[in-house]
């Protein structure tokens, strides 16, 4: 028996586990159409420039190497077959639009867990009594 890459079933296994490894192994994962140096959606694009204001370490994977088969296997975690899909933490957060939602709020840095967040206390020390 010859393997057949382009048969859809063994196609929909590897978009599939795929899907998998990406969401669970990375804190920030984008799914979306092209890559990092050339999207080919305007939303993908939008998408990845409002994760990069406030990330870099984020893993995009192109769901152009078999679109049907990521869109089946990202509706199967997200509810939702549109690309492009956000998770941050194993946790689906939407598509650009909610993206830009979230950056609108100024949410979007505390949602993808950037270093600098808004929000994050600093601890301040009092010069009197710091060890010198």
């Known amino acids: ?53 406030y990330r870099e370490d984020v893993e995009v994977v192109d769901a152009l190497q078999n679109l049907e088969a990521f869109r089946d296997a990202l509706e199967a975690h997200s509810g939702w077959e549109t690309i492009p899909q956000t998770y941050v933490d194993a946790e689906f957060v939407g598509g650009s639009d909610v993206l830009a939602e979230l950056e609108e709020r100024g949410e979007l840095a505390e949602t993808l867990n950037a270093p600098d967040a808004a929000g994050e206390e600093q601890v301040a020390t009092d010069d009197a009594e710091a060890p010198f």
Do not use: H, N
Request: some cysteine; proline content about 6%; aromatic content about 6%.
């Open 1 to 53: 028996m010859t393997f057949d890459p382009t048969e859809p079933e063994l196609e929909a296994e590897a978009a599939g586990a795929r899907v998998d490894e990406a969401i669970d192994e990375s804190e920030v994962v984008l799914f979306m159409k092209g890559d990092e140096l050339m999207p080919q959606c305007g939303y993908s694009e939008r998408a990845l420039g409002l994760i990069r204001q």
